[in-house]
């Protein structure tokens, strides 16, 4: 008999590809203005400097192929970015060992309410309310890297309703993935099961319902994704 108080909701995990096993997730970490050209359409800086990370909670993956249209927004806008799964962490860890503990990779979707991000912005307030809501982290299966290789480059692309939005190469990341993960590990205990999304490309845009994302990253296949 369980001496919880209230008993606890599963664990989110989402789908391992080629397997019937499932990857539990601890914490997803998401890195901002990964790439030069998305950083100047927000209006920033393109050039290298530390770089920052927020965080989504993991409950808000989905798997379902399904994102529902979020409440008190009107300006959702979809952003794609290849997910970093951890096997193991810990603290400081060395960027020559940084790869040593990634699991896989898969696609993912950082879903955005731009406009109450900017009103956050201007406020000098944190983006929880943007960007950590409910359903806010369409993704699809994990890769293990035994399997697709340490992905530096290749293709990444959004089409919305058959239109092409976003379009780059994992090559333009400014923080690469060994970066992210040892800069990360200096403010951070890294942990299995934790996930970074690693940045999107520029052409982020609004949806409205009944839209259909098709979201690829070259090497991980594709994920579709319907606004509902």
Not at 149 to 169: F, K
Request: aromatic residues 8%; hydrophobic residues 40%.
């Amino acid at each position: 008999m369980s001496d919880l108080v209230i008993e606890l909701p599963p664990a989110p995990t989402l789908e391992v590809a080629g397997t019937n096993k499932r990857f539990g997730v601890r914490r997803i970490y998401c890195i901002g203005r990964n790439y030069a050209a998305h950083a100047i359409e927000m209006g920033h800086n393109p050039d290298r400097e530390d770089p920052f990370f927020f965080q989504k909670n993991p409950n808000n993956l989905d798997s379902s192929g399904e994102f529902p249209y979020p409440p008190r927004s009107s300006d959702v806008h979809h952003e794609i970015e290849m997910a970093v799964a951890l096997h193991s962490g810990g603290s400081n860890i060395p960027l020559a060992s940084a790869l040593d503990h990634v699991f896989g990779y898969g696609i993912a979707l950082d879903m955005t309410r731009r406009d109450l991000q900017a009103e956050q912005k201007k406020a000098g307030r944190p983006w929880e309310i943007a960007k950590a809501f409910e359903r806010s982290a369409p993704c699809g299966p994990i890769h293990p890297a035994s399997s697709v290789g340490h992905l530096d480059s290749g293709r990444v692309l959004l089409e919305v309703n058959g239109q092409r939005r976003q379009e780059g190469d994992l090559n333009q990341m400014i923080w690469k993935v060994p970066e992210m993960i040892s800069y990360l590990s200096d403010y951070f205990e890294l942990a299995a099961g934790d996930i970074i999304l690693s940045g999107t490309p520029s052409g982020v845009a609004a949806v409205e319902r009944g839209d259909v994302m098709k979201a690829e990253i070259e090497g991980l296949g594709s994920l579709s994704v319907s606004v509902v």
